[in-house]
């Protein structure tokens, strides 16, 4: 059983940044981050792929948000954040493909979510 462990949420102020971490237990072909607001369906925020060749950013963290690899360990580094930001922050991986997937369900494996608070 593949584990998910992410770090990093927290609250700031908007503008402000904050850097998720998420360190798997095996080697996964793509790790990637969602996320889901109260009332608010589940949203693809950034993914890559294990070789780093592939990645993929929602429309709206784009330009803002870096995905980054290291082995086991996805980062995203997330500036100029904006209160529509507020959402908890989901890792997850995808063990059967080499390219990344903006879809919830090709992902197998998820973590347990971090929080991410930005104050106006």
């Known amino acids: 059983q593949v584990r998910l462990a992410e770090s990093g949420g927290g609250t700031v102020q908007a503008g402000g940044s904050l850097r998720l971490s998420c360190t798997a237990s095996?080697?996964?072909?793509?790790m990637g981050w969602f996320r889901q607001a109260p009332g608010k369906e589940r949203e693809f925020v950034a993914a890559v792929n294990w070789s780093g060749g592939n990645i993929g950013y929602g429309s709206s963290v784009k330009g803002r948000f870096t995905i980054s690899r290291d082995r086991n360990t996805v980062f995203l580094q997330m500036n100029s954040l904006e209160s529509e930001d507020t959402a908890v922050y989901y890792c997850a991986a995808d063990i059967d493909h080499d390219y990344v997937s903006y879809l919830d369900y090709d992902y197998d494996y998820w973590g347990l979510g971090t929080r991410v608070t930005v104050s106006s």
């Open positions: 095996d080697s996964l072909r793509v």
